[in-house]
């Protein structure tokens, strides 16, 4: 019989031949033959790591933590498995010991703080984004995150102070590499923009974009000669109703650049309220900015039930599937299921386009309504959206295109919810038809779909 030190060796150098699910096999028999071996369990969570099986290497790892509960290597294995399979208050538990062990580290303050933004405990995170950034002041990502932190909570100048690292030239040749090689100047906090032809780029998502974009009107408040929107690939949307302002789109850094050429300076969008040193009372929407193509409209109107008494209610309940946040923010189907069938005055219309929607047409609910393969952009949907009485998305994209078109939008948030819809209350200034509605244990839906219900019973027909 071979002797362990020898299994380990082989495993090792299965694994160094790029061989993982071998050096598992011989991993798995080491642990068989001697389950008191750390090592050997250490081993196999790593490679159960490497294969993908997450749950598998969480389970190693805590047969690890039985013959070593004090071995930080472990604890540190431990959280960073559970954190990627959302069991937050295990992760916790090891980011305490971890921080414990060694509170000099800006690591482990920043990781602790992770885990407590995901659990919704953010007035436990702040000090430790602080504490992180304040060892590690060079440290980009401390301070972003800091940025967002501090927004959250309401710290409006410190938090767009320290979110604008992400438009310092270390944030710029981490995340927009090409913006230094641009020959136009980026647009800073006190530089005049009178008589300036300024060219707004996007930022994040398409809904970060839409939120953003409204304040390019400070800018021509403040003087600005001529503003216009890099608008990714959606500059038909953005051109093609009431708004002000040209939109383009350019794919690839040439094309960018010579729009950028057109410009004396560019700003992102999200950098704007920091750029102008706007106040939060500065943010507050007066309603629709931007509008549906008519001919559009008068498609959907034409496809849709004429003079139904019914509610027209569309719906979104996941987003990105490749989004960090999004096991927080979507909502699993089957809990969905019993608002759809409870209300029988109203119709319900799919406003998101996703792999989720598969999931409800398995059901074949009669009063659910999927035209998402019409959605071929903005445009489209924006249209079906303007024939609808209300809204209702979790926090992606729809929610951000039904309340910038004036349509009313409820938004469904889980209790670990974004920066941008703060910590308490049912609005925002970011949309002034927005009505949010706030998990008030994280992870628990029913109880917010039920006020939904409630809500939605005593809501009159759009006029």
């Not at 995170?125 to 927004?151: E, N, V, W």
């Not at 027209?312 to 299921?337: C, F, M, Q």
Request: with cysteine.
């Amino acid at each position: 019989m071979e002797k362990l030190p020898a299994l380990l060796a082989v495993a090792r150098e299965l694994l160094s031949q790029g061989e993982p699910a071998l050096a598992r096999a011989v991993l798995e028999t080491c642990v068989q033959r001697d389950p008191g071996s750390l090592q050997a369990w250490l081993e196999l969570s790593n490679v159960h790591y490497i294969l993908g099986a997450r749950q598998a290497s969480l389970d190693a790892s805590f047969q690890a933590a039985a013959l070593a509960p004090h071995d930080m290597a472990v604890h540190f294995n431990i959280a960073t498995v559970a954190q990627q399979l959302g069991l937050h208050e295990v992760a916790l538990a090891s980011r305490e010991k971890l921080l414990a062990a060694d509170s000099g580290n800006a690591g482990h303050h920043f990781n602790l703080a992770e885990v407590l933004d995901r659990l919704g405990q953010f007035d436990r995170a702040l000090p430790h984004y602080r504490q992180a950034a304040a060892l590690k002041p060079d440290d980009l990502d401390f301070h972003i995150h800091l940025g967002y932190a501090l927004l959250r909570l309401g710290h409006w100048h410190e938090g767009w102070q320290e979110l604008s690292w992400y438009w310092s030239p270390q944030g710029l040749e981490t995340h927009s590499p090409w913006a230094l090689a641009t020959a136009r100047p980026l647009l800073k906090k006190g530089d005049p923009v009178e008589g300036k032809s300024i060219l707004v780029t996007g930022w994040g998502g398409t809904g970060d974009l839409i939120m953003f974009a409204r304040l390019m009107e400070q800018l021509t408040r403040r003087g600005a000669k001529e503003v216009a929107l890099h608008a990714f690939h959606h500059a038909a949307f953005f051109s093609g109703n009431r708004w002000a302002y040209p939109a383009f789109s350019h794919e690839g850094a040439t094309g960018f650049f010579d729009l950028l050429a057109r410009h004396d300076a560019w700003v992102p969008a999200a950098a704007l309220p920091a750029v102008l040193g706007l106040e939060p009372a500065e943010l507050a929407s007066s309603g629709a900015y931007f509008s549906a193509d008519e001919k559009l409209r008068a498609g959907w109107k034409a496809r849709l039930p004429a003079g139904d008494a019914r509610k027209k209610v569309g719906l979104a309940w996941s987003g990105d599937a490749n989004n960090l946040y999004e096991h927080n923010r979507s909502i699993a189907t089957p809990v969905l299921l019993p608002l759809l069938q409870q209300l029988p005055d109203v119709d319900w219309y799919v406003v998101q386009k996703n792999e989720r929607n598969a999931e409800l047409q398995a059901f074949a609910l009669p009063a659910v309504f999927d035209y998402s393969a019409s959605f071929t952009d903005l445009q489209a949907t924006a249209a079906l959206m303007a024939e609808l009485d209300l809204v209702i998305s979790v926090d992606s994209l729809p929610a951000h295109l039904a309340a910038s078109l004036g349509v009313p939008t409820w938004l469904l948030l889980s209790a670990a919810a974004d920066w941008r819809w703060g910590v308490a209350g049912e609005t925002t200034p970011w949309y002034a038809g927005m009505r949010l509605y706030r998990q008030k244990a994280l992870g628990d839906w029913a109880e917010v779909l039920a006020r939904v219900a409630a809500d939605l019973q005593r809501l009159p027909k759009r006029v």
